[in-house]
């Protein structure tokens, strides 16, 4: 690349709002100004969406930020981080019920440092405090453009400038209507599951086949109309075309994603876990399965090198996950990897919130009864200590029995659970992608990636 041109890191996020908005419909009105404005700017990857902790508990939705990275002339640097700052505060200002005290922008001149990459894993998986983010920005002076100010928003924006990675991904067609303003859709359901039928092979959670569902849609007040998965972005539009929608539609961009690789599912020691953090830990059921009003399941686990309760914590199942049934049947003893987000739930402290459970060990359940009367076959009794059977029916006296023992046999079995594809979140690797899996690095934009 010339010497002239610059490379430009540019993050936001919580530009959406609960009740209206998108960070990605920001993005995507963003890109098309810089691409009209700039004649010499282009694109050095696909803009990236970048989910982050699904725990957080102030998140919109889902939690997702936007970078887009683009090379550019040094001398237009200035011009480009004031296009960045009027369109996102415009975009705010659209919709008059939102505060604009927590949306963030950066901008980061040149490579993308090993700090900021840290700084991606752990909003991916943990809680950032602001002591953290300053000393992050300490070192990024004279680099790193905060034209808002510090605040909420920066997080995000800086983690999804820090995933530059070379590392498992996913691609989303992601198109906007021109009426945000309802919860509803208009779109051929027939139409989508024709092209998932046709494209299976290189999508994923674009209908549920068991339920008869659409899973494109979202279903709150916000401008996204449908968000096509993928593993590669020239099949994405393709797709796009082939599903009938019966609204306007403003248009569509493609995403580079981390969604669908399980990416927030880090190894902890169970004794290490912590509120708000995400991971898969090792542990073991200590108590029965309980099942709560509505269906949902709680057991509880504790560290299998520890037999200290107060190494132990609860898991959660909702009913809405399909894996309910599996809970129930988990016995004391079974050894797991039981991976999600740490919640607090009032009177259990915390609890985790399951998105996948790896059996390893199943306990054998062991029946042991009194023996039979080898007369008339009723169960005996004991007669005391070392003074052997009586038999209640027939009155038959015996030193010789031995109690009965059984296994029973167990219909769960070793292996992988995860939530059926309607309940799966934005991060959760689904069924159909594994062995899917593979190294994706950032790659400048090709064909028809924006309409």
Not at 18 to 44: M, Q, W
Not at 234 to 256: K, S
Not at 386 to 401: H, I, Q
Request: charged letters at 30%.
């Amino acid at each position: 690349m010339s010497s002239v041109f610059e490379v430009l890191h540019i993050g936001i996020d919580d530009v959406d709002s609960p009740s209206g908005g998108c960070t990605t419909h920001a993005a995507y009105r963003l890109v098309k100004e810089l691409l009209r404005n700039f004649r010499d700017l282009r694109l050095i990857d696909y803009p990236n969406l970048v989910r982050l902790n699904p725990a957080i508990p102030f998140k919109t939705r889902g939690n997702g930020a936007v970078s887009i990275r683009v090379a550019v002339r040094r001398e237009l640097i200035d011009e480009v981080v004031e296009l960045v700052v009027k369109s996102i505060r415009d975009y705010v200002r659209s919709y008059e019920y939102r505060p604009d005290e927590d949306y963030g922008v950066a901008v980061l001149i040149g490579d993308v440092p090993d700090i900021l990459r840290s700084f991606y894993r752990k909003a991916l998986t943990d809680f950032i405090h602001r002591d953290y983010l300053m000393r992050v920005l300490r070192p990024l002076k004279g680099r790193l453009a905060t034209p808002l100010g510090i605040r909420r928003g920066l997080i995000g924006a800086l983690a999804a400038i820090g995933w530059f990675l070379k590392c498992d991904c996913t691609y989303e067609l992601i198109s906007y209507r021109t009426d945000g303003l309802t919860p509803d859709r208009c779109i051929d359901a027939e139409s989508v599951k024709q092209a998932d039928m046709r494209f299976r092979n290189k999508t994923f959670l674009n209908f549920d086949y068991i339920e008869g569902r659409v899973l494109i849609a979202p279903h709150g007040p916000d401008p996204v109309l449908a968000g096509i998965r993928g593993e590669e972005p020239h099949v994405l539009a393709e797709v796009f075309n082939t599903i009938r929608f019966c609204e306007g539609v403003e248009g569509w961009m493609i995403f580079r994603t981390n969604q669908g690789t399980d990416a927030h599912l880090i190894c902890r020691d169970l004794s290490s876990f912590r509120y708000l953090q995400t991971g898969c830990t090792k542990a073991v059921v200590d108590l029965k399965p309980r099942i709560l009003p509505g269906g949902d399941v709680i057991f509880r686990v504790r560290d299998p090198l520890n037999h200290d309760q107060r190494n132990s914590v609860w898991v959660a199942v909702f009913k809405e996950t399909g894996l309910t049934g599996v809970a129930r049947e988990l016995v004391k003893g079974d050894e797991a990897y039981v991976c999600g987000s740490m919640k607090y739930w009032n009177g259990l402290g915390p609890v985790l919130h399951l998105e996948k459970l790896i059996l390893t060990k199943l306990t054998q359940i062991k029946v042991v009864r009194n023996p039979r009367c080898p007369r008339c076959g009723a169960r005996m009794k004991s007669s005391g200590r070392n003074k052997g059977w009586k038999c209640v029916k027939c009155g038959f006296r015996t030193r010789e029995a031995e109690k009965d023992i059984q296994y029973i046999k167990r219909e769960l079995r070793r292996g992988t659970y995860i939530p059926k594809d309607s309940a799966v979140k934005h991060l959760t690797k689904p069924a159909v992608r594994y062995g899917r899996e593979r190294d994706c690095i950032p790659i400048e934009p090709r064909g028809k990636w924006i309409s």
